[in-house]
């Protein structure tokens, strides 16, 4: 506080000023202290107990003099005298005594300045002797930020973290009256049943149709419908409102306990997609999976939506994202009917993370953060966690899904019966619907979209393994074009067998030559399972097709074909010819049992 404003704060005045429940007050000036830039106050105030009746308290505060003169500059034009100020906060009903078990030096805590903003500040010094702490914090204005710091009594500091910070109207979606602080945005995963209070949330306020009453997309105008209704719109409509008093994100907001928020898989999709298809394909997975209660990393309810900034950084190798991935066991990519996320720049980054790393190219330096350093490190480390898994997920009448490899069922199965795993997962995936693989195998991320154009740029460049994320980006990197063959060639292998069984069908008669052209310019693959067993239906030219394929797959080291029960194939010639070229195959798995024409 300048010196200009200090003649006028003298011990025993009288000035106006707003308290901490935002009332303006007539307060008096009971000491100074120019070695903490603080003073001591006091004023009374009126309130009603909870039967009605009102009560005078007097209270008092330290206040430091910035936040002070602000607080008395507010006031200049009001008379100084005094009012009845009639308040009835939760707060006000605790006792006056604040306890000393609940707060330690450099804990984070809620502070509310004397103009009743709220902000987030860290307890920098506390005196329980003299009841009295002191509090720092920034502020930003004018793209400047403002290191400030304040000291209050603790009784004080004690009723503002009592104030209810979520929304009454939305209290069917948690059972607290304040959030549960989880700093560590990578920690703050989701849980299905959480997901499920929140379609019951809007389903219990639908019309007749599905209409979601008083609800319309602040866009269009449009009615919002519990079938339809998007992740963007439920951020309008529940997300920010509902976090908005207390600044925290969903999780933080509905959670009773964080380690049960602690996520196993990354969510990847499309905030375009219904929310009720979302839910549906993670109740698919985690039953698939055999998932019981896990938490899945979804951005829209990690992130605290109001302070992006914080959870969000401008490498995207050290954003929430990658630090959320580096922590899980895999990711699902959550599709809509035409594979919009390998449209969005963040998607396709979330994807080519995954492929990279399985692929090698992933690289780190000990300037990096430590998400991605260990990200990397589980490809390369037989101690480190396993590498992370990619399964997809959409909804086609029913949700059909692609796995990343057995699940813990069909390994069971495997190993009982060696083929019958990996048949069993062929039959669970046939059903995947064709028309979204034909959008699959035309994947290209440098043609993506993002909402802010300098997120495609920096992603295309990390993605690249530039340091500098800001450079203009090289299209026709290498990296770009191996996520691209990678991501398609894991459609094209799951669809082969299915492409055989629908090859008589008109619009899948053409589909059999994309995927084989997907799996050949994958060059960068060092391991491949293709499980075309049972398939009476394949033909020679099918199995010629399959092995005119594997030629360009230089990289590859281990091959698991399984052809048992093809009755019409009457020649592995070509088949040997090409398993011949791959010169780095170190493990060969061939299975031609009860093939009676060979």
Same mark, same amino acid.
């Given at each position: 506080?300048?010196?200009?404003?200090?003649?006028?704060?003298?011990?025993?005045?009288?000035?106006?000023?707003?308290?901490?429940?935002?009332?303006?007050?007539?307060?008096?000036?009971?000491?100074?202290?120019?070695?903490?830039?603080?003073?001591?106050?006091?004023?009374?105030?009126?309130?009603?107990?909870?039967?009605?009746?009102?009560?005078?308290?007097?209270?008092?505060?330290?206040?430091?003099?910035?936040?002070?003169?602000?607080?008395?500059?507010?006031?200049?034009?009001?008379?100084?005298?005094?009012?009845?100020?009639?308040?009835?906060?939760?707060?006000?009903?605790?006792?006056?005594?604040?306890?000393?078990?609940?707060?330690?030096?450099?804990?984070?805590?809620?502070?509310?300045?004397?103009?009743?903003?709220?902000?987030?500040?860290?307890?920098?010094?506390?005196?329980?002797?003299?009841?009295?702490?002191?509090?720092?914090?920034?502020?930003?204005?004018?793209?400047?930020?403002?290191?400030?710091?304040?000291?209050?009594?603790?009784?004080?500091?004690?009723?503002?973290q009592q104030q209810r910070l979520l929304p009454r109207e939305y209290s069917e979606l948690t059972s607290r009256a304040r959030p549960l602080s989880i700093e560590e945005v990578e920690r703050r995963g989701i849980i299905v049943d959480q997901l499920e209070s929140l379609l019951s949330f809007m389903e219990k306020r639908c019309s007749a149709g599905g209409v979601i009453d008083g609800w319309r997309c602040n866009q269009s105008g449009d009615e919002l419908r519990v079938s339809t209704i998007n992740l963007y719109q439920v951020c309008d409509w529940i997300i920010k409102?509902?976090?908005?008093?207390?600044?925290?994100?969903?999780?933080?907001?509905?959670?009773?306990?964080?380690?049960?928020?602690?996520?196993?898989?990354?969510?990847?999709?499309?905030?375009?997609?219904?929310?009720?298809?979302?839910?549906?394909?993670?109740?698919?997975?985690?039953?698939?999976?055999?998932?019981? $209660?896990?938490?899945?990393?979804?951005?829209?309810?990690?992130?605290?939506?109001?302070?992006?900034?914080?959870?969000?950084?401008?490498?995207?190798?050290?954003?929430?994202?990658?630090?959320?991935?580096?922590?899980?066991?895999?990711?699902?990519?959550?599709?809509?009917?035409?594979?919009?996320?390998?449209?969005?720049?963040?998607?396709?980054?979330?994807?080519?993370?995954?492929?990279?790393?399985?692929?090698?190219?992933?690289?780190?330096?000990?300037?990096?953060?430590?998400?991605?350093?260990?990200?990397?490190?589980?490809?390369?480390?037989?101690?480190?966690?396993?590498?992370?898994?990619?399964?997809?997920?959409?909804?086609?009448? %029913?949700?059909?899904?692609?796995?990343?490899?057995?699940?813990?069922?069909?390994?069971?199965?495997?190993?009982? #019966?060696?083929?019958?795993?990996?048949?069993?997962?062929?039959?669970?995936?046939?059903?995947?619907?064709?028309?979204?693989?034909?959008?699959?195998?035309?994947?290209?991320?440098?043609?993506?979209?993002?909402?802010?154009?300098?997120?495609?740029?920096?992603?295309?460049?990390?993605?690249?393994?530039?340091?500098?994320?800001?450079? %203009?980006?090289?299209?026709?990197?290498?990296?770009?074009?191996?996520?691209?063959?990678?991501?398609?060639?894991?459609?094209?292998?799951?669809?082969?067998?299915? $492409?055989?069984?629908?090859?008589?069908?008109?619009?899948?008669?053409?589909?059999?030559?994309?995927?084989?052209?997907?799996?050949?310019?994958?060059?960068?693959?060092?391991?491949?399972?293709?499980?075309?067993?049972?398939?009476?239906?394949?033909?020679?030219?099918?199995?010629? #097709?399959?092995?005119?394929?594997?030629?360009?797959?230089?990289?590859?080291?281990?091959?698991?074909?399984?052809?048992?029960?093809?009755?019409?194939?009457?020649? #592995?010639?070509?088949?040997?010819?090409?398993?011949?070229?791959?010169?780095?195959?170190?493990?060969?798995?061939?299975?031609?049992?009860?093939?009676?024409?060979?």
């Amino acid at each position: 506080m300048s010196s200009e404003h200090r003649p006028f704060l003298q011990e025993g005045s009288l000035i106006q000023y707003k308290s901490i429940s935002g009332r303006k007050v007539t307060a008096t000036i009971e000491s100074i202290d120019h070695k903490y830039n603080s003073c001591s106050l006091h004023y009374e105030e009126k309130s009603k107990d909870l039967e009605g009746k009102e009560r005078t308290r007097v209270r008092r505060e330290l206040v430091a003099l910035d936040e002070l003169h602000f607080s008395m500059q507010q006031s200049k034009a009001a008379p100084c005298e005094a009012e009845d100020n009639l308040v009835m906060d939760d707060w006000q009903h605790e006792t006056a005594d604040a306890p000393l078990d609940w707060i330690e030096v450099d804990q984070e805590v809620d502070y509310y300045r004397c103009n009743g903003e709220r902000v987030r500040a860290r307890l920098a010094d506390l005196v329980p002797e003299a009841g009295t702490c002191q509090v720092l914090y920034t502020m930003h204005r004018a793209g400047v930020s403002h290191r400030r710091s304040a000291v209050l009594y603790l009784a004080e500091l004690w009723r503002m973290q009592q104030q209810r910070l979520l929304p009454r109207e939305y209290s069917e979606l948690t059972s607290r009256a304040r959030p549960l602080s989880i700093e560590e945005v990578e920690r703050r995963g989701i849980i299905v049943d959480q997901l499920e209070s929140l379609l019951s949330f809007m389903e219990k306020r639908c019309s007749a149709g599905g209409v979601i009453d008083g609800w319309r997309c602040n866009q269009s105008g449009d009615e919002l419908r519990v079938s339809t209704i998007n992740l963007y719109q439920v951020c309008d409509w529940i997300i920010k409102p509902f976090t908005k008093p207390s600044r925290c994100s969903y999780v933080e907001a509905v959670t009773n306990a964080a380690d049960s928020q602690i996520p196993k898989w990354f969510i990847s999709h499309w905030w375009g997609e219904a929310v009720c298809n979302f839910i549906k394909c993670l109740q698919k997975h985690s039953s698939v999976r055999t998932l019981q $209660a896990i938490a899945y990393w979804v951005c829209a309810y990690a992130n605290r939506q109001h302070e992006l900034g914080q959870d969000l950084a401008s490498d995207p190798m050290e954003s929430s994202f990658l630090k959320a991935m580096a922590s899980c066991d895999g990711v699902l990519l959550v599709l809509d009917s035409k594979a919009t996320p390998f449209k969005r720049i963040w998607c396709c980054f979330e994807e080519g993370v995954v492929t990279l790393a399985a692929r090698g190219l992933l690289q780190s330096h000990k300037r990096d953060g430590a998400a991605l350093r260990e990200l990397v490190a589980r490809y390369g480390r037989k101690e480190s966690r396993s590498p992370l898994l990619l399964d997809i997920a959409t909804v086609s009448g %029913e949700v059909e899904m692609l796995t990343d490899g057995l699940t813990h069922k069909e390994t069971l199965m495997e190993r009982n #019966v060696p083929g019958r795993g990996w048949e069993d997962k062929s039959d669970r995936e046939e059903t995947f619907p064709v028309d979204l693989v034909e959008y699959c195998l035309d994947i290209d991320i440098t043609k993506a979209e993002a909402s802010e154009e300098i997120d495609k740029r920096r992603i295309l460049n990390v993605l690249a393994g530039r340091c500098d994320p800001n450079g %203009e980006p090289d299209i026709s990197h290498a990296n770009h074009e191996i996520i691209n063959q990678s991501l398609r060639s894991l459609f094209a292998v799951a669809m082969w067998r299915s $492409a055989i069984q629908r090859r008589r069908k008109s619009h899948s008669a053409q589909l059999l030559p994309k995927l084989a052209e997907a799996l050949r310019r994958d060059y960068t693959r060092t391991i491949l399972h293709l499980h075309l067993s049972g398939l009476g239906m394949m033909a020679q030219e099918d199995l010629q #097709v399959v092995a005119r394929s594997f030629h360009t797959l230089k990289q590859l080291q281990q091959l698991h074909l399984y052809l048992s029960w093809c009755g019409n194939l009457t020649s #592995v010639d070509e088949l040997g010819k090409a398993l011949a070229a791959l010169q780095h195959l170190q493990q060969l798995h061939l299975h031609l049992s009860f093939c009676k024409n060979l």
